[in-house]
């Protein structure tokens, strides 16, 4: 049979879809699929996903950008929802559920004004009115004060990572943000813009639990010293990258021997040479040599003599941040360091954790720019989720240094946005009015999401919230431990205006993106074996 029409057009084997039901529906239906499974995984009553991803890893996690990132999302309309939590993880660290969840609840209001006969068009025009005003009002919301912070008040600091932490470790957050807090008071340069989220590591080591985690000023590194020397104090420290060993030349040679003596003395030049540059070395001053790579029994006998510690570092980033921590340059082979090479250590010392031998290198006075959190809990997919945790509340801080005004919590904002921006819907005259009124009843999915996640009434509750907020509480929000509504400042749940300020931002961009969609071509995927992506690299 001779094909007709568009598939005459195209390539055979490819996919079209086209019109309301097949394309625009269908992809709003990918979305709320996504948004479905993220959505109970919202505020600290959120339940944890387990995924097991294409290499038999598991994850047990209720941290959207994990998820999200685990799941192989292949539908393209889905994908862009993706895109939009990855922009909003990398922007702020914290917020990807709200962003996917918000726009799940978009796409399916305008399902519904799809269905009523709207045009897409006319959708978009609506929301795009919709968030500018959302986002005129969300910043009237903004706590008065809070505009000026001192980034190294621990309390001010606790008091705006404390919902970003809650969200993933609902009744922990106290321990864990005053570990956090500290570790970033630490390592905050002088111009607090320029904090650098790499400069605090986290070390996880099994056994214990949280109550025994600490803050470190320094790194913490797995695994034992290389030699016999277990501690150094207020030393000097050498880095080697290339490993501290006898070179072999890369050219052949062949050596004559005749006698005895010359073969005696042809092995001692050897560890002549290695004492000589050993000697050097300690005569530089320095107490530590840290390596990048192998270390030579040979190297490491003479090392023992002169009484130096050797350490062993094999990861090139590790190496880094240890330059950064001590102040070091990293010299490429082993030769006699400059003084202006030596880093400067307080205290090298290998201690026992939990049965784990880690090496604590601790810089009190010096530049330090490195802490580190030591996790401690009882299995590895909780060290992993408090990891989680703890990274959303170090990018908090990074996200208050540059803005730190903060909106009352505890879905107080939401309501508020629903309220106000129903009333600027009546004033539109247009068809897109409608529209605007279901943007404002998104907002009710956030609050309805915390109450049913924390298995309460979620009708009664949001009434009470409309009826509080009519007479002009706009800080009234959930309590959601004891199920009824209370101010969010007495509560003291407070979010960063900034992410509430890029999660709907990125929600409502990628709601009209899907939108404006009305034709799928797919061609059909090419044959061949699927490439996998490559191995994961480290954060750096």
Known sequence: MQPYGIQAMLKEGHKHLSGLDEAVLKN????????????????????????????????????????????????????????AAKAQQEEI???????????????????????????????ISGYIKAIDKTIEILGE?????????????KQQVVSRMRAAIASKQFGQEDRLCSLVADACIQVCPKNPANFNVDNVRVAKILGGGLHNSAVVRGMVLKGDTVGSIKRMEKAKVAVFAGGVDTSATDTKGTVLIHSAEQLENYAKSEEAKVEELIKSVADSGAKVIVSGAAVGEMALHFCERYKLMVLKISSKFELRRFCRTTGAVAILKLSQPNPDDLGYVDL????????????????????????TVVLRASTDSILDDLERAVDDGVNTYKAMCKDSRIVPGAAAAEIELARRVKEF??????????AIAKFAESFEMIPTTLAENAGLNAMEIISSLYAEHANGNVK?????????CKDASVLCVWDLYITKFF??????????????VDQIIM???AGGPRREQPAGMDED
């Open 28 to 83: 709003i239906d990918a979305c709320k699929q996504l948004s479905a499974t993220t959505r109970t995984s919202l505020g600290p009553n959120g339940m944890n996903k387990m995924v097991i991803n294409h290499l038999d890893k598991l994850f047990v996690t209720n941290d959207a950008s994990t998820i999200v990132n685990e799941l192989e999302v292949q539908h393209p309309a889905a994908k862009i929802l993706v895109l």
């Open 93 to 123: 660290g914290d917020g990807a559920n709200l962003t996917i969840s918000f726009a799940g609840e978009l796409l399916q209001n305008a399902e519904e004004l799809i269905r009523m006969g709207l045009h897409p068009s006319e959708i």
């Open 141 to 153: 919301l903004v706590e008065a004060g809070s505009e000026t912070m001192d980034v190294r008040n």
């Open 348 to 371: 090298v010392s290998v201690e026992e954790i939990g049965g784990v031998r880690v090496t604590i290198v601790k810089n009190e006075e010096g530049g330090n720019s490195v802490s």
């Open 425 to 434: 819907s009546f004033k539109e005259t247009g068809l897109d009015q409608y």
């Open 476 to 484: 009234v929000g959930i309590d959601l431990e004891q199920g009824v």
């Open 503 to 516: 999660a709907l931002k990125y929600a409502a961009d990628a709601v009209c993106t899907v939108l404006r």
């Open 523 to 525: 061609a059909k995927p």
